[in-house]
């Protein structure tokens, strides 16, 4: 039987490091599946039509109009203070950028639409995922 030479060995034992290296880095690689975090759960007949029904403390209002329902972060994409609702617009007491219930901005400084979120509508409750 022939005799392994020290190259052999030294080739066969970095090509076992490699190739778990490889394993190794495919692992964390690896993209996950995005878990849903429900962020709060409401009634459907607590949300008033063609109104805002606001979570303070989640910064988050749910918003029904014309019998849809959608949801939208009240943190102001200028500097993140907390969003008032008014008749038909969201409006940042800060320095005054105003919103529609989509979240689009109608008047600055805020250059950015305000984060929609998920929603999904169960058993007569509406869930509001990111």
């Not at 190259?7 to 066969?12: A, G, K, L």
């Not at 993209?31 to 989640?58: F, M, R, W």
């Not at 008032?84 to 008047?107: M, Q, R, T, Y």
């Not at 639409?113 to 509508?121: G, I, K, T």
Request: glycine share 8%; net charge positive.
């Amino acid at each position: 039987m022939a005799e392994i030479t020290p190259s052999r060995r030294r080739f066969v034992v970095a090509l076992a490091f490699l190739v778990s290296g490889f394993f190794a880095l495919a692992r964390f690689l690896k993209p996950t599946g995005k878990s849903k975090k429900t962020l709060l759960t409401a009634a459907k007949e607590d949300i008033p039509g063609n109104g805002a029904l606001v979570y303070k403390e989640a910064r988050v209002a749910i918003i029904q109009e014309s019998g849809k329902i959608s949801a939208v972060s009240l943190v102001c994409t200028h500097l993140g203070c907390t969003v008032s609702a008014a008749s038909k617009e969201l409006v940042c007491p800060c320095h005054g950028s105003i919103f529609d219930w989509e979240g689009n901005v109608l008047k600055g400084p805020a250059d950015r639409p305000l984060p929609s979120y998920r929603v999904e509508e169960r058993d007569g409750k509406i869930s509001v995922t990111m």
